[in-house]
């Protein structure tokens, strides 16, 4: 996204609280990517949230690259909006701070550790520790973790590992580096070539926690290739319970944020910042949103 200084200051003054009598009635959303069937099914939501609330959704699909992430936050080429809901892969604090287009702004997804801006994320640590603790209970001792990605660091998926590694120390099982897979995605197609890697370099592997539900369905591809029979020779689980995992040859086990209370969450905190008095010293809120264990066909031995 690009523009003159001019059309930057434009885009400020119409995005600003108080620089118009009236609503618009229309939500800028910015996702990452719509390929991703997380984002595509949670953008849905959040249209269908909306509406029920008497507003419209602009969709700006960044690619998760810091510039397109950087001018959303600025308003730069958007319409007058009343508000920002915005999932970043790459935004920092210092961005938000310096935004030129201050409006209401609610983040969703990857969490900023200290941050002065409301955002809305789900318990990841706690997902993945529930998702390695439900694989350790149904007696896999040889668990990968599938979905790092150091290259470009994703603080969603680091705070998964960390989650998959809690509960390998609290079950009192070895930490094995070698179990712990980049990938350079968060696709299907890594999680399938990533998984015939590890399934050929360690071939005792018992059970496979993924960063998302697309890298395991991936997973569950590239064993079904190798003649790995799943759950009973390696267990699968993922995290988000996007629909495709309901319907994979084995139904996938997933870990399911509470999408309803997610939408909901984040409606009322964009309410908050629209109804404010300009100028209103508003408090930053933190929301984490709970999450469940969905126990399918992968993980059912």
């Known amino acids: 996204m690009g523009g003159t200084s001019a059309e930057r200051e434009r885009a400020s003054a119409r995005s600003m609280p108080g620089a118009r009598a009236t609503r618009t009635g229309l939500v800028a959303l910015a996702v990452p990517h719509l390929e991703e069937p997380y984002f595509a099914e ?172 697309s890298v395991a369905l991936g997973a569950l591809a590239a064993l079904a290739e190798r003649g790995r029979r799943v759950p009973h020779d390696v267990a699968v689980i993922g995290i988000d319970d996007i629909r495709a995992a309901r319907f994979s040859v084995p139904a996938l086990s997933s870990v399911a944020p509470d999408h309803d209370q997610l939408v909901d969450a984040t409606f009322t905190e964009l309410e908050r910042q629209l109804t404010a008095p300009l100028g209103a010293n508003l408090p930053v809120r933190h929301v984490t949103i709970p999450a469940r264990l969905v126990k399918r066909a992968s993980t059912a031995r």
């Open 42 to 213: 949670l953008s849905s939501r959040l249209v269908r949230g909306a509406e029920a609330r008497g507003m419209a959704v602009l969709i700006v699909q960044t690619e998760g690259e810091h510039g397109r992430e950087v001018d959303v936050a600025n308003g730069v080429g958007l319409p007058a909006i009343d508000g920002l809901i915005h999932i970043p892969r790459s935004l920092t604090v210092a961005d938000l701070t310096r935004r030129t287009s201050p409006g209401p702004l609610v983040l969703l997804g990857e969490h900023i550790e200290v941050s002065p801006f409301t955002h809305i994320t789900i318990d990841n640590r706690g997902a993945a520790r529930t998702a390695a603790e439900h694989l350790i209970g149904i007696g896999s001792r040889r668990i990968a973790f599938i979905g790092r990605r150091d290259a470009r660091p994703s603080d969603a998926a680091d705070r998964r590992h960390a989650g998959y590694l809690e509960a390998l120390e609290s079950a009192g099982l070895p930490v094995d580096p070698a179990l712990t897979a980049q990938v350079a995605a968060f696709s299907a197609e890594e999680g399938e070539r990533v998984t015939r890697e590890m399934v050929t370099a360690i071939p005792d592997v018992d059970g496979i926690l993924c960063s998302n539900d």
